[in-house]
């Protein structure tokens, strides 16, 4: 375990204010949601959460990695901004099936083969690489495949059925999330170099971006 230079005072301080923009956030987030869910979850797919709990967890994992490799300041930051969001999602998917609201569907199925599918083809690509599946990149690929290929199915079901049921702010409130990880992963990157857990991590959320990005234009288009 090595320590890791400290960033200047300017970008410590935007560092510092991403992280409690990451903390407004989530509860912003995971708090609309949870309400909303309290009425309907008309376009929501239990699977989605549920992977979209994965995921989290996975990056968790990447960026506790990373702060026990090289601890600082920013990277304690981001393995908090993570828990935060693990436990507001949590929350949401707990009151979906406190509720019982359309708690598994022929999409939920959908989603659940084709990340099996994705999780198959990440497990092949490692072995061709020769990585294990420990390895940063190999379990950002796991990732990626928890968040990127259940929100594709959940466009696909908002575009069917309508979005009622994901909340307005949650969307808004992802979009600025996800950014505002990415920037604290670039001042983790820039603080302590390419780092492969905290690449990793990056990928995964270039990725939830992406996807999310799509789902946002057939909420709004629908």
Sequence with gaps: MTETDPLPAPRQLLAD????????????????????????????????LASWLAFLLINLTLTLRAHRRQPSRVTLQTVLTYSSWT??????????????????????????????????????????????????????????????????????????????????????????GILTRLGQLWFALREAGWDRNRLGAALGELANEITWILVSLVWLWH
């Excluded at 407004?24 to 008309?42: E, H, K, M, Y």
């Excluded at 959908?110 to 999780?119: D, F, K, N, R, S």
Aim: aromatic fraction near 10%; include cysteine.
């Design 17 to 48: 204010l991403f992280f409690l923009l990451q903390l407004a956030l989530a509860l912003i987030s995971g708090g609309s949601q949870f309400l909303r869910l309290l009425t309907t979850s008309q376009g929501v797919n239990t699977s989605w």
């Design 87 to 176: 436990v507001v999602i949590a929350a949401d998917l707990g009151v979906m099936l406190w509720r019982e609201l359309e708690v598994w569907d022929r999409l939920d199925t959908l989603t659940a083969a084709a990340v099996g599918g994705g999780l198959c083809l990440t497990g092949c690509t490692a072995r061709w690489r020769r990585l294990p599946l420990s390895d940063p990149l190999v379990f950002a690929g796991v990732g990626v495949c928890f968040i990127a290929l259940p929100q594709l199915v959940l466009s696909y079901k908002i575009f069917q059925v309508g979005g009622a049921g994901l909340a307005g702010a949650m969307l808004l409130a992802g979009h600025v």
